[in-house]
Every structure is written in structure tokens, then in C-alpha cells.
């Protein structure tokens, strides 16, 4: 995902429904983004990426919210990665297209935003990915 939506130094990475909060880790620590944002709803997973991030010392690069991914504001984003249910990703289509800047790539593991013409789409290891850009 982290490759195919070519992370930068300048990149500020949102992760909504970021889980353990890998994607969070390799961006800043293997791609060197930046800054990114995790929102994680669920106080398990959230508890464990929190856990995740504490032991890597991460937290000058990385920032959690245990927080409605809905809630987040992804006006500084530059990239939005996803891994969510279709019906998640339509729900979640106004807001993107509502705050996100110009120029933002989403990326979106197995599920399309329906609607949006990827800019590009592959297959990996029996998984699509969809890269958009707004």
C-alpha cells in the first residue's frame, strides 16, 4: 500500500481503522514519511498499537486517536490509506472529498470507493489495492 502510493519525506499518512497500527510504524520508520495519524475505534486493537508504538519510541512521528474514524479532520493529510468494507469506504466518500486537499492520495486494500476512477489498481498476493487521488 505504502509503496504503490510512493510515500515521501513531506507525506503526513492518515490510517483510519489503522488496527495494531503497523501501516502507522512502516511509514514513518521504513518510508520516512513525516508524520502519521492512526484513528483505531476499537479499544483492544487501539491498546495494542498504542503498545506498538511505545516500544518503537515513535510517538514524536506518530499520533493515535481511540476515536470514530469520522472524527478525524484530513485537511493536513497527504495520504489516506484504508481498509475498510465498500459500504465503509461510500459512507466515508463525502468526507474525503469534503476535507481532503487537492493532490491527496487514498489508497484502498480489496474494497473500490465506488464512484472514483482509480488512478491506478493492482493485485497482489490474491489482494487488490486502488490508489485514487483527489
Known amino acids: 500500500m505504502l509503496e504503490l502510493g510512493k510515500i515521501t519525506t513531506n507525506d503526513v499518512v492518515y ?7 503497523r501501516i ?3 511509514t514513518v520508520k521504513d518510508f520516512y514519511a513525516k508524520r502519521a495519524v492512526g484513528y483505531e475505534i476499537n479499544q483492544s486493537l487501539f491498546n495494542t498499537a498504542l503498545n506498538n508504538v511505545k516500544k518503537l519510541n515513535l ?3 506518530i499520533e493515535l486517536f481511540n476515536e470514530d ?8 493529510a497527504n495520504v489516506v490509506t484504508l481498509y475498510l468494507t465498500s459500504w465503509a469506504n461510500e459512507k466515508l466518500k ?3 472529498e469534503n ?3 487537492s493532490g491527496t492520495r ?7 470507493v465506488h464512484g472514483w476512477k482509480p488512478k491506478l489498481e493492482e493485485r497482489f498476493n490474491g489482494h487488490t ?6
Open 94 to 96: 463525502p468526507k474525503i
Open 99 to 101: 476535507e481532503a486537499k
Open 106 to 112: 487514498i489508497i484502498s486494500h480489496d474494497f473500490e
Open 15 to 21: 490510517d483510519l481503522g489503522c488496527g495494531d497500527g
Open 24 to 26: 502507522l510504524i512502516a
Open 129 to 134: 489495492l486502488y490508489v485514487y487521488e483527489i
Open 59 to 61: 510517538f514524536d512521528r
Open 69 to 76: 474514524l469520522f472524527k478525524a479532520d484530513l485537511s493536513k
